[in-house]
């Protein structure tokens, strides 16, 4: 299987809830993926590259350090195919002489590879499949975070977790706007 390393070139809040776009690395080639995620995994994701960091451990902080604390290092993850609209990734450890292969949400992957400083890696069927040529400005949707600009805000993350509230709220998704009414509370309580 062939594949192409890829970089995050944005995160956005689109009309279908938040994207992050995948562009290859060292490429000439300008599509690029888009995969939706859920707005805790945005959190977690922006807070990387904002540089933000939380006063205590968020979920992919703990499963790196439990893998760090076990031996474990990250050496890569792949987004390796789709399937109905679903995209499929493993993450790649190395324990001593091992590699141990995890099946995994593309989210969480990118999420504990940006906490790893692990490459990320796209099958090359995965981005002709999914792949698309967009110009900086088209990407429809409110900028998170760019590679020209990013947001090193903790405001921004409100910002993100506010819009998300009020969609929850909107569509009687009172469950989750719970949980992000209290992300709210502790981002507040924290700035």
Known sequence: ME????????????????AVFLRPKDSEDKRVV??????????????VIDGTKPPRPM????????????GATVLKITIEEIVDSTFYAKIQLRRDEE?????????????????ANAPIFIAKSVLDETGIIMKEDEIQGENISSEKK??????????ILEETLENAL????????????????????NS
Request: charged letters at 20%; hydrophobic letters at 40%.
């Open 3 to 18: 594949f192409y390393e890829v970089k995050i070139s944005d995160i956005s809040l689109t009309n279908v809830g938040f």
């Open 34 to 47: 888009p995969i939706f995620i859920g707005p805790l995994e945005t959190h977690s994701i922006t807070t």
């Open 59 to 70: 979920t992919h902080d703990l499963m790196l350090y439990m893998l760090t604390s076990l």
């Open 99 to 115: 590699i141990i292969t995890l099946d995994a949400r593309p989210s969480d992957s990118i999420a504990l590879a940006l906490r």
């Open 150 to 159: 990013i947001q090193a805000l903790p405001k921004s993350n409100l910002q």
């Open 170 to 189: 909107k569509t009687e998704d009172y469950e989750t706007a719970a949980k992000i009414r209290d992300q709210i509370k502790k981002l507040i309580e």
